[in-house]
Nanobody, 126 residues
Framework: QVQLVESGGGLVQAGGSLRLSCAAS????????MGWFRQAPGKEREFVAA???????????YYRDSVKGRFTISRDNAKNTVYLQMNNLNPEDAAVYYC????????????????WGQGTQVTVSS
């Protein structure tokens, strides 16, 4: 029932920055945990970051180790939007980035998430 649409992907040089946005439709956005995953060619979809619903935890964030200190996830419930600010990008960050919605922000497994966007491509040149 929740629909997610990612935007903000593109081509960036190594060391550059990019901000992804995920616009959500649905009446329960503020009650959903939101996450970002990515999938590079030939690899499994992997967890990047997540943020809890403010109704339960007040917006606790989680990150995979490789992006800590570089990526920041945030959400604006008034705009039904979740963001992923990506700084100091490197070629290993290149992937299709997917926005996800679910019930548990702590979940690392893609199978634990209920709704997915179609993805936005992030290309990092070296």
């Amino acid at each position: 029932q929740v629909q997610l649409v990612e935007s903000g992907g593109g081509l960036v040089q190594a060391g550059g920055s990019l901000r992804l946005s995920c616009a959500a439709s649905g009446r329960t956005f503020s009650r959903s945990a939101m996450g970002w995953f990515r999938q590079a060619p030939g690899k499994e979809r992997e967890f990047v970051a997540a943020i809890s619903s403010i109704s339960w935890s007040g917006g606790i964030t989680y990150y995979r180790d490789s992006v800590k200190g570089r990526f920041t996830i945030s959400r604006d419930n008034a705009k039904n939007t979740v963001y992923l600010q990506m700084n100091n990008l490197n070629p290993e960050d290149a992937a299709v980035y997917y926005c996800a919605a679910g019930s548990t922000a702590q979940a690392m497994d893609v199978k634990a998430w209920d709704y997915w966007g179609q993805g936005t491509q992030v290309t990092v040149s070296s």
